[in-house]
């Protein structure tokens, strides 16, 4: 559980099955498939991921015609 805490606090990702199965091994039991969201939430853990591209990003066929348009 240490682990997990050292990843987040350094700002890496940090997987839920990392954190559940910490989480059993603290409490001594099995837990619901939500409890663990549940304490995630509760602490103001949000899943939060890079997007891929920007929304409004040009398609390649934009980007490309208009680097012709521009040279001489």
Request: hydrophobic share 25%.
């Given at each position: 559980?240490?682990?997990n805490?050292?990843?987040a606090?350094?700002g890496?990702l940090v997987?839920v099955?990392?954190?559940?199965s910490?989480?059993?091994?603290?409490?001594?039991h099995s837990?619901?498939n939500?409890?663990i969201?549940?304490?995630?939430h509760?602490?103001?853990w949000?899943?939060?991921m890079?997007?891929?591209?920007?929304?409004?990003?040009?398609?390649?066929?934009?980007i490309?015609?208009s680097k012709k348009?521009?040279?001489?």
């Open positions: 559980m240490i682990e805490k050292e990843q606090e350094k890496e997987e099955s990392a954190i559940e910490a989480y059993r091994e603290a409490v001594g837990i619901g939500g409890q969201y549940c304490v995630l509760r602490h103001g949000k899943k939060i890079p997007r891929s591209r920007h929304p409004k990003k040009a398609s390649e066929e934009v490309k015609t348009l521009k040279q001489p």
